[in-house]
């Protein structure tokens, strides 16, 4: 796609985010207060692609011609960045900016896997910033969260959104042209449901499965086979319906990795796995389509069952998830188009299981979603952002949800980092030094040069998940020391580098706890996880010499009490013991 926009001169041309398809100035001046009170006309043949517009900034004023509604919204956003660019002038550069989507359905997927539930002033907050980025979907994770009537076991300790909350939170995001779609795991990750008693003998694996997302053992996935758990969801989906305008219902269906395990294992056996899911994912198909809603399921069970893929009704729609940089979205989205199916996919910011982000891969792989999305016609990009197991912030995601919106909006003309972080110290972090936005990318490459295997999270995360495992986990077979040591000095720079860079958005005092902290969980674990490398007689971390254990207890309990006191910034009191749970085990492995 040609980039017409780009000049000699860009890179005077106001700081905008994302960077428009085509911006050119006049050379004509105009006064200030002409910014104010545009003309605006609806004419999408004149525009000639949805959601885009044409704005044009002269001494008469400002004239909007926009496709639609939606259209005139993001060049007043746009206009909004203008005004910020030339605060405190009173002449602005006359200009014409042409702009419009590549990608039409853009958006972030916010969880409460976690139980990190966002207190609802903060939610606004958070989506008045998806408006300022024109995104215009959020997928909200609802698990246990939501006060849904009759269940109140499962909500009771979680701080849940009400229904009015989420009525209000509705029509809030409608004004903003963002369509709030619910979330809701009904298949696998079931585990906040089934823990229960009064659900538990609905599960695949009634006595647990050790899955990852708890530190014990629990039921995860429900049995298919089971006539009630089809009724049960039936429920869920009718009382979700009440509440959500959307006409699209993602009922997740992931990682159902113990189906075949338990009691529907002769069922699998008879007909396969792959043929069970997708029966069952068919059933809960015809429930959503019932209440007038489009099913959307995750993609990664089918992919590995592509002939039990063939069964699956061609109504429903395959949001797809893949977090690397090198994710084979290509070959899967080819997969989808040959049988027929619609798709969204679903890169990740890369910030979770990590203390202080991934910046090479969160780039690679939202570079890696966008660009197969516009190849093979995929309806829209959805950002997820995952809190489990600590993420406590989202400063850490920020700089990704940008990125993803900006390259959905025109790839070309956002691909470049440092557009990105001009765009977002000037309009997001309002830092007038242009340095935040490019530490915390730099931050997240600290880790870099030091090579593991796993996918998921850094050896440095080893000490806070699966810490029992000590040497014997796979990311520590190939740990350097010497580069492990290496990493944390540079940590210790970044970390020095930060008292002189000082954002003036509303939430820098946030931003800043939340990045100053997430150093500090990192140096801690990669001390401690030093430690262990060094120490030849210790092959795991209660093995580590009395007065060594003592000082990393003292330290990660410091952690532990500093991490509740941020939690109720900007959460609700309930499911912080979800996440206390594993410094607990780390606390446990250092007596």
């Given at each position: 796609?040609?980039?017409?926009?780009?000049?000699?001169?860009?890179?005077?041309d106001?700081?905008?985010?994302?960077?428009?398809?085509?911006?050119?100035a006049?050379?004509?001046?105009?006064?200030?207060?002409?910014?104010?009170?545009?003309?605006?006309?609806?004419?999408?043949?004149?525009?000639?692609?949805?959601?885009?517009?044409?704005?044009t900034v002269?001494?008469?004023g400002v004239?909007?011609?926009?496709?639609d509604?939606?259209g005139?919204?993001?060049?007043?956003?746009t206009?909004?960045?203008?005004?910020?660019?030339?605060?405190g002038?009173?002449?602005v550069?006359?200009?014409?900016?042409f702009d419009?989507?590549?990608?039409?359905?853009?958006?972030?997927?916010?969880?409460?896997?976690?139980?990190?539930?966002?207190?609802?002033?903060?939610?606004?907050?958070?989506?008045e910033?998806?408006?300022?980025?024109?995104?215009?979907?959020?997928?909200?994770?609802?698990?246990?969260?939501?006060?849904?009537?009759?269940?109140?076991?499962?909500?009771r300790?979680?701080?849940?959104?009400?229904?009015e909350?989420i009525?209000?939170?509705?029509?809030?995001?409608?004004?903003?042209?963002?369509?709030?779609?619910?979330?809701?795991?009904?298949?696998?990750?079931?585990?906040?449901?089934?823990k229960?008693?009064?659900?538990?003998?609905?599960?695949?694996?009634?006595?647990?499965?050790?899955?990852?997302?708890?530190?014990?053992?629990?039921?995860?996935?429900?049995c298919?086979?089971?006539?009630?758990?089809?009724?049960?969801?039936?429920?869920?989906y009718?009382?979700i319906?009440?509440?959500?305008?959307?006409?699209?219902?993602?009922?997740?269906?992931?990682?159902?990795?113990?189906l075949g395990?338990?009691?529907?294992?002769?069922?699998?056996?008879?007909?396969?796995?792959?043929?069970?899911?997708?029966?069952?994912?068919?059933?809960?198909?015809?429930?959503?389509?019932?209440?007038?809603?489009?099913?959307?399921?995750?993609?990664?069970?089918?992919?590995?069952?592509?002939?039990?893929?063939?069964?699956?009704?061609?109504?429903?729609?395959?949001?797809?998830?893949?977090?690397?940089?090198d994710f084979?979205?290509?070959?899967h989205?080819?997969?989808?188009?040959?049988?027929?199916?619609s798709?969204?996919?679903?890169?990740?910011?890369?910030?979770?299981?990590?203390?202080?982000?991934?910046?090479?891969?969160?780039?690679?792989?939202?570079?890696?979603?966008?660009?197969?999305?516009?190849?093979h016609?995929?309806?829209?990009?959805?950002?997820?952002q995952?809190?489990y197991?600590?993420?406590?912030?989202?400063?850490?995601d920020?700089?990704?949800?940008?990125?993803?919106?900006?390259?959905?909006?025109?790839?070309?003309?956002?691909?470049?980092?440092?557009?990105?972080?001009?765009?977002?110290?000037?309009?997001?972090f309002?830092?007038?030094?242009?340095?935040?936005?490019?530490?915390?990318?730099?931050?997240?490459?600290?880790?870099?040069?030091?090579?593991?295997?796993?996918?998921?999270?850094?050896?440095?995360?080893?000490?806070?998940y699966?810490?029992?495992?000590?040497?014997?986990?796979?990311?520590?077979?190939?740990?350097?020391?010497?580069?492990?040591?290496?990493?944390?000095?540079?940590?210790?720079?970044?970390?020095?580098?930060?008292?002189?860079?000082?954002?003036?958005a509303s939430?820098?005092?946030?931003?800043?706890?939340?990045?100053?902290?997430?150093?500090?969980?990192?140096?801690?674990?990669?001390?401690?996880?030093?430690?262990?490398a060094?120490?030849?007689?210790?092959?795991?971390?209660?093995?580590?010499?009395?007065?060594?254990?003592?000082?990393?207890?003292?330290?990660?309990?410091?952690?532990?009490?500093?991490?509740?006191?941020?939690w109720?910034?900007?959460?609700?009191?309930?499911?912080?013991a979800?996440?206390?749970?594993?410094?607990?085990?780390?606390?446990?492995?250092?007596e």
């Amino acid at each position: 796609m040609e980039n017409k926009g780009k000049r000699e001169d860009q890179m005077n041309d106001p700081v905008l985010l994302p960077a428009p398809q085509s911006y050119q100035a006049t050379g004509v001046k105009v006064p200030f207060q002409r910014l104010d009170k545009p003309e605006i006309i609806i004419d999408s043949v004149a525009v000639g692609h949805p959601q885009g517009y044409r704005l044009t900034v002269a001494p008469e004023g400002v004239k909007i011609v926009a496709a639609d509604e939606a259209g005139a919204f993001y060049a007043q956003k746009t206009l909004k960045q203008l005004k910020t660019c030339y605060a405190g002038q009173s002449e602005v550069e006359g200009a014409e900016i042409f702009d419009y989507p590549v990608v039409l359905e853009r958006g972030i997927m916010l969880e409460t896997l976690s139980g990190a539930v966002i207190q609802f002033d903060k939610l606004k907050e958070f989506v008045e910033m998806m408006a300022d980025l024109k995104l215009n979907v959020l997928a909200l994770y609802i698990e246990h969260t939501f006060a849904f009537r009759d269940h109140e076991e499962v909500w009771r300790d979680a701080s849940p959104y009400t229904h009015e909350q989420i009525l209000e939170l509705d029509a809030f995001c409608r004004e903003r042209f963002i369509e709030l779609v619910p979330y809701l795991e009904t298949f696998g990750h079931m585990h906040q449901w089934l823990k229960h008693d009064r659900y538990r003998p609905m599960a695949e694996v009634p006595e647990g499965w050790n899955h990852g997302f708890s530190v014990a053992p629990q039921p995860f996935t429900l049995c298919p086979s089971d006539p009630r758990s089809i009724e049960f969801l039936d429920g869920l989906y009718r009382e979700i319906h009440e509440v959500f305008s959307s006409k699209k219902m993602l009922v997740g269906c992931d990682e159902t990795d113990d189906l075949g395990k338990g009691r529907s294992k002769e069922l699998c056996d008879r007909i396969g796995v792959g043929n069970v899911y997708v029966d069952f994912v068919n059933l809960i198909d015809e429930r959503v389509r019932a209440l007038g809603c489009e099913t959307q399921i995750f993609g990664d069970v089918v992919v590995k069952h592509p002939q039990a893929l063939q069964r699956l009704h061609r109504e429903v729609v395959i949001a797809h998830w893949g977090y690397e940089a090198d994710f084979p979205f290509d070959e899967h989205c080819q997969l989808f188009k040959e049988l027929g199916f619609s798709f969204y996919l679903l890169p990740s910011t890369s910030a979770y299981h990590s203390f202080i982000g991934r910046t090479a891969r969160g780039m690679g792989n939202i570079q890696n979603a966008v660009t197969n999305a516009v190849k093979h016609g995929a309806r829209g990009v959805v950002n997820t952002q995952w809190n489990y197991r600590y993420n406590l912030t989202t400063i850490f995601d920020i700089p990704f949800f940008a990125y993803g919106a900006a390259l959905c909006w025109q790839p070309e003309a956002n691909f470049e980092e440092a557009k990105l972080t001009r765009g977002l110290d000037t309009h997001i972090f309002k830092d007038a030094s242009g340095r935040f936005a490019a530490f915390l990318l730099e931050l997240g490459r600290a880790f870099e040069p030091v090579a593991y295997k796993s996918n998921h999270y850094n050896p440095v995360y080893l000490t806070f998940y699966q810490c029992e495992q000590g040497k014997e986990h796979e990311s520590f077979q190939s740990l350097d020391p010497a580069k492990l040591e290496a990493v944390l000095m540079r940590v210790r720079e970044l970390e020095a580098e930060l008292d002189s860079i000082h954002p003036t958005a509303s939430r820098t005092a946030v931003w800043e706890r939340g990045v100053r902290f997430g150093i500090k969980i990192f140096l801690c674990a990669g001390e401690a996880l030093l430690a262990l490398a060094r120490d030849a007689r210790a092959q795991k971390f209660h093995q580590l010499a009395p007065e060594v254990k003592a000082d990393f207890r003292r330290r990660y309990l410091d952690l532990r009490r500093e991490y509740e006191a941020l939690w109720h910034v900007d959460n609700r009191p309930g499911g912080i013991a979800l996440t206390l749970e594993w410094f607990d085990k780390m606390l446990g492995e250092l007596e």
